[in-house]
C-alpha cells in the first residue's frame, strides 16, 4: 500500500468514526454507511479537484432549480435510478407493485366523486379509467381514498403550464364505493419529456440520454390498515415502455387502454363512442408490525 493510500484510509476511518456517538442507531448506521461508499468511490476514481469542484457547482446549480413546484432534486434521483431503487428495495411483494412519485405530485388533489371527469381541457381522446382497491387477498376496499394525476394529451401537467392549464386538470382525490370501485372520465395521457431545462437536462444531453417517460396515470391508495401504494398504470400501446427516462416500467403496471365502439357502454359512461377504457384492479397490503413500530 503507498503512503497515499494509507492516509486516504485513514481520512476514512475518521469520518466514519466521528459518527460514532449518534445517538440515534438508524442516523448512525445511514450517514457512516454514506461516508464509507462515497469515500470508497473517491478512491477507486480518484477525481480531480476540478471534477470535484465542478460536482459540487453542479449540485449548487440543482438546489438553484428547485421552487415549490419544479423539485430537481427528485428528478436527479430519478434519472439516477436512486428514487426506483428505493421504492424496489421497499417492496414487500403481494399487491400491485409500487414505482416512482415524481415531482409533479401536488399535496392537494381536487376532491372528486366517482363518475366525475378529471380532464378540464376537453382535448385529447376520451378515456375511462375504473378501478377497483383490494386487499393483497383481492377482498375489495370499501372508503380507500385514490389520489389520481397525469399529464394532458400534448405531454404537461398543470403545474408546468399555469398560464394554459386549470390549475387540478388531471387530477382528482376519489373514494372508492362499498365494492371498493371508483372511476373518472379523462383524456388518454401522452408520453413526455421530463424538465431538461434544468441540471438534469445538462446530464441527460451530455450523455446522449432520452428525457422521455412513457405514456401513465400516477396513483397513491391509502386504504385503513394497509401500507399506502404510490403507483402508475401505463397505456399498453405506447413508445418509451422499454427506455423510460427514469427506470420506472414493471411489466405488471402495463394495462390495456381498449377501444370501446359500443354507444351503449359509452353511455354507461357518460362517454361518446369510441374511446378508451382501462380497467383493472389495484392491491394494497395489510399493514405489518414493522410498519407500525
Ligand atoms: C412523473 O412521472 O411525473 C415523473 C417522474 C420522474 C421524473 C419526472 C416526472
Ligand atoms: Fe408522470
Given at each position: 500500500m503507498t503512503g497515499t493510500d494509507q492516509a486516504a484510509k485513514a481520512v476514512t476511518a475518521a469520518a466514519v468514526e466521528s459518527?460514532?456517538?449518534?445517538?440515534d442507531p438508524r442516523l448512525r448506521e445511514l450517514l457512516q454507511g454514506l461516508v464509507r461508499h462515497l469515500h470508497s468511490y473517491v478512491r477507486e476514481l480518484r477525481p480531480t479537484i476540478q471534477e470535484w469542484e465542478y460536482a459540487v457547482e453542479y449540485l449548487t446549480a440543482v438546489g438553484r432549480k428547485c421552487d415549490p413546484t419544479r423539485q430537481e432534486f427528485i428528478l436527479l434521483s430519478d434519472v439516477l435510478g436512486v428514487s426506483m431503487l428505493v421504492e424496489t428495495v421497499n417492496e414487500e411483494g403481494g399487491g400491485t407493485e409500487s414505482t416512482v412519485l415524481g415531482p409533479f405530485h401536488v399535496v392537494e388533489s381536487p376532491k372528486r366523486e366517482s363518475g366525475d371527469g378529471i380532464d378540464l381541457m376537453s382535448v385529447g381522446e376520451p378515456c375511462v379509467v375504473a378501478l377497483r382497491v383490494t386487499s393483497a387477498d383481492g377482498s375489495p376496499l370499501a372508503g380507500a381514498s385514490v389520489d389520481v394525476w397525469q399529464c394532458s394529451t400534448d405531454g404537461f401537467y398543470d403545474v408546468q403550464q399555469p398560464d394554459i392549464q386549470p390549475l387540478g386538470n388531471g387530477r382528482g382525490l376519489f373514494r372508492t364505493d362499498d365494492e371498493g370501485r371508483v372511476w373518472f372520465r379523462t383524456v388518454v395521457p401522452s408520453h413526455y419529456p421530463i424538465p431538461t431545462d434544468g441540471p438534469v437536462g445538462v446530464l441527460l444531453d451530455a450523455t446522449g440520454r432520452h428525457p422521455y417517460r412513457p405514456a401513465h396515470i400516477h396513483f397513491i391508495v391509502e386504504a385503513d390498515g394497509h401500507r399506502p401504494l404510490t403507483t402508475h398504470i401505463f397505456v399498453a400501446d405506447g413508445p418509451y415502455l422499454d427506455s423510460d427516462a427514469v427506470f420506472a416500467v414493471k411489466e405488471s403496471l402495463v394495462a390495456d387502454f381498449a377501444q370501446v365502439d359500443e354507444a351503449e357502454r359509452a353511455r354507461a359512461y357518460q362517454v361518446t363512442a369510441p374511446f378508451r377504457l382501462a380497467e383493472f384492479d389495484i392491491a394494497v397490503q395489510p399493514e405489518t408490525n414493522k410498519d407500525a413500530g
Open positions: 459518527f460514532r456517538d449518534t445517538p
